[in-house]
């Protein structure tokens, strides 16, 4: 009787003209439902104006807007955009700022507020360098370096860079080519003609510098010093492994169509790159060499599991360098360094003269290098500055466990920890003055994102803006005014200003939510933590339903991404499950959403805790979180189900199929079913790879553990998936078929990709969802 009573209030939710109850194909809907919130925020160049994106009226995409000070509501911009560049670093020392947009060169006269173009170009401009002479700049176009003195407007090319050899311009002799000279007096004066042409050419060309040809490489990281001296590159060497195909079967033909997409994690992936420096005065190019980097040839702990690993001879391990950054008056270039093994990260000084380079800091991990302000992926770059000093360097590390801000010496080598605790530093922006650093970090709860004024002499951190919530901030070019992109755990992102001064009060600019949202009271989720089985402290978002509605009845939803957090007191990027769960809790049930570990937001020992084991302490973290749904909120321990979307569903399927029994069915989204078939960057930061590390693979990946497929599964997968492909759910609904397994369904998505876009998908997919708990998790009387 009482399932029919409840399957009869969803019919009169779904029938229902929209008031104070929660319709699910309404809140699908997404920000359309809620309200586009604004993004992109900044300021113009003359602190006067703010920018940003939005789409206050459910248009087809954002357009830009702006406000400034005693205007009553922001308006659409319908100005030329080419004048408002979107971002901006405004250095103090000059009055003239240049930056390139669309292509284009532009000059901002800092005294007369004007805008003007240098240089119009269909070859685009980009990389602008100042120099430490007050009237010269360089960019990039073409490939090259370009030295614009922007007084008299006399331009000259410093690097002369051509891909290819320099021997295919030189046509091979053949037995043909021989007689034909040797026969034909006209092909001997048209040879003759050719040459005397080309000698003159190259007189004309004698102000260039010389032709560096570069073969089977890419070209790329082109930087430039600030003395105009010296330009550095990256000569990179990309395998050819192969891709995948997404197949996709809605299209405007009726033909099927086949897209490239990623490859799979292997070692076979791994890159060579080459750090060059082109010396302008001598016209020569150097390689760099970074063998002597502490730890380049040592290999990571896991190898000592494998027989045919432990002894292999000792190699120099693949890197990836970045381009350096510069003192700006031009005498210290330094730069990271990131091993594609992703255990190791250096800090070098180079030395553009003598061709060489001096270690000034080694990270080392042995799960992999990351964190926030931390480069995650080879191919990423940290947070890395030089203060106004020219000789200290800044940067973020996780040397004490969570990612702080550090300062280093260039001269006496002294290394110092500005920040600590057990808290992170989000964001890092030093001061125009150099003497201070603007952060945001999350010192007052894991779930916080606060905004600080750090004193670099004294080390005090002044609170600005520290109330529960997330605070996005830009400051003004004079930084006298904040503007903050601001949410709540129940409030959506918004625009607000307020003064650069401690515990400011912030003055709201736009009012985003629509009032279909505005009608719901809608929760705010409390954060409890409790202790894990190894005694972690574990946090979760705990949605509750009012006592007289209750069924004690329990979900748990997994969100994905791995490292990312969502038990927090902020607007969640899960909008449409956090509008579910608070549906979910109106009808009787409980919701338990944790921040398992590999989570963001808690220092390295919780982010590096899945290492190897996918499934492993991640699963055991949601086990922890049932027995506290069961001991201390009364929760029947046999109706609990959980679900959860990419590594969420991966989480649900490994629960079901590791721990039969604990959850009474889970609905799995576009999941990951072996690791094997996953992407390069993320798969290998956390598995290794497959070649070296088969053990991390096959106990991480649940394809290897469908024989133990006892509870209610449903699978959901969108089929133009190119993040977790189609072709993972197909290979494990195969294992269940020839296993004899009968208690899972599949709902495919036809043009849907990791990302759900059309409402209607939503609906289905969440109504499915909705009835599975239903069906499986409600008391029948």
Do not use: C
């Not at 702006?66 to 100005?79: A, D, H, I, S, V």
């Not at 020392?93 to 005294?111: M, T």
């Not at 809790?585 to 921040?595: A, K, P, S």
């Not at 190119?722 to 269940?736: H, I, K, P, T």
């Amino acid at each position: 009787m009482r399932l029919f009573i409840i399957l009869m209030g969803l019919l009169t939710l779904v029938n229902h003209s929209y008031s104070q109850e929660l319709v699910l194909s309404e809140i699908m809907k997404g920000d359309e439902f809620i309200g586009h919130q604004p993004e992109n925020p900044r300021w113009s160049l003359d602190g006067t104006t703010v920018y940003f994106d939005w789409n206050p009226n459910n248009e087809v995409g954002n357009s830009t807007f702006f406000w400034k000070k005693g205007m009553k509501n922001p308006e659409k911009l319908t100005q030329n955009l080419d004048l408002y560049p979107l971002s901006f670093d405004f250095p103090n020392e000059f009055d003239e700022l240049f930056y390139s947009q669309n292509g284009n060169l532009y000059k901002y006269d800092k005294k007369i507020k004007k805008h003007q173009i240098v240089i119009a170009s269909s070859n685009r401009i980009s990389n602008i360098v100042r120099s430490v002479q007050p009237h010269i700049l360089y960019f990039q176009q073409n490939q090259n370096i370009y030295r614009l003195n922007w007084k008299d407007f006399s331009l000259v090319q410093l690097t002369h860079f051509k891909s290819g050899k320099e021997s295919d311009l030189k046509k091979a002799d053949n037995f043909l080519t021989n007689q034909q000279k040797e026969l034909f007096q006209y092909l001997r004066d048209q040879e003759t003609s050719k040459e005397w042409y080309k000698a003159q050419s190259e007189l004309n060309k004698s102000q260039l510098p010389k032709v560096f040809y570069y073969d089977k490489s890419s070209l790329e990281q082109i930087s430039t010093a600030p003395n105009g001296k010296f330009v550095t590159f990256r000569l990179s060497e990309y395998a050819t492994t192969p891709s995948t195909k997404v197949e996709q079967h809605i299209t405007v033909d009726g033909y099927t169509q086949s897209l490239s997409a990623r490859a799979k994690v292997s070692t076979a992936n791994f890159s060579k790159h080459r750090l060059a420096i082109y010396a302008v005065e001598k016209d020569t190019v150097y390689y760099v060499s970074f063998s002597n980097l502490t730890g380049i040839s040592k290999f990571p702990k896991y190898y000592e599991e494998y027989d045919h690993l432990k002894e292999t001879e000792a190699t120099e391990k693949a890197i990836v360098m970045q381009a350096p950054i510069f003192s700006s008056d031009g005498k210290w270039a330094v730069l990271e360094i990131r091993s594609q093994d992703n255990k190791d990260r250096w800090i070098v000084q180079l030395d553009l003269q003598a061709n060489k380079v001096h270690e000034l800091d080694h990270q080392h991990d042995e799960a992999w290098i990351d964190g926030p302000g931390i480069p995650g992926y080879a191919f990423a770059r940290g947070v890395m500055g030089f203060l106004k000093d020219n000789e200290t360097l800044y940067f973020q590390s996780e040397e004490s466990g969570f990612s702080h801000l550090y300062l280093l010496n260039l001269k006496t080598k002294q290394k110092t920890q500005l920040t600590q605790g057990n808290w992170e530093v989000r964001n890092v922006k030093l001061s125009r003055d150099g003497k201070s650093f603007y952060l945001t970090t999350n010192t007052t709860h894991p779930g916080n994102r606060g905004f600080y004024k750090l004193d670099i002499s004294s080390q005090k951190m002044i609170p600005i803006l520290t109330q529960n919530g997330a605070h996005e901030v830009e400051l003004s070019p004079d930084e006298k005014t904040l503007l903050v992109r601001y949410s709540y755990k129940n409030k959506p992102w918004e625009l607000y200003i307020a003064e650069n001064k401690p515990n400011t009060t912030l003055q709201q600019i736009t009012f985003s939510t629509t009032e279909n949202f505005k009608r719901y009271a809608w929760k705010e989720p409390e954060v409890v933590t409790f202790k894990a089985q190894d005694g972690t402290t574990i946090y979760a978002r705990l949605y509750e339903p009012h006592p007289d509605k209750k069924n004690n009845a329990a979900i748990l939803f997994v969100h994905g991404a791995g490292y990312l957090q969502n038990a927090h007191n902020f607007w969640s990027s899960y909008h449409r499950e956090y509008m579910f769960h608070n549906l979910l809790t109106d009808l009787g049930y409980t919701v338990l959403d944790i921040d398992y570990r590999g989570s963001d937001g808690y220092g390295r020992n919780v982010r590096t805790g899945i290492y190897r084991h996918m499934g492993g302490l991640d699963l055991s973290d949601h086990l922890d979180g049932k027995q506290f749904l069961t001991t201390q909120k009364g929760i029947d321990s046999n109706r609990i189900g959980i679900y959860g979307g990419s590594y969420g569903g991966f989480i649900t399927l490994m629960a079901l199929l590791t721990k039969p029994g604990e959850f009474k069915s889970g609905a799995a989204l576009r999941s990951v079913t072996d690791w094997a078939h996953y992407n390069h960057g993320y798969t290998g930061n956390i598995l290794n790879f497959p070649e070296t590390d088969p053990i991390a693979f096959k106990r991480s990946s649940p394809i290897y553990f469908a024989e133990n497929l006892k509870d209610k599964l449903l699978m959901l997968h969108g089929m133009v998936d190119d993040n977790v492909q189609f072709q993972d759910v197909v290979r494990l609904s195969q294992r269940f078929i020839e296993l004899g397994k009968n208690n899972w369904d599949l709902a495919v998505y036809p043009v849907e990709a990791h990302g759900f876009k059309e409402a209607y998908s939503w609906v289905d997919e969440y109504t499915r969802i909705l009835n599975l708990f239903n069906e499986t998790l409600v008391k029948k009387d």
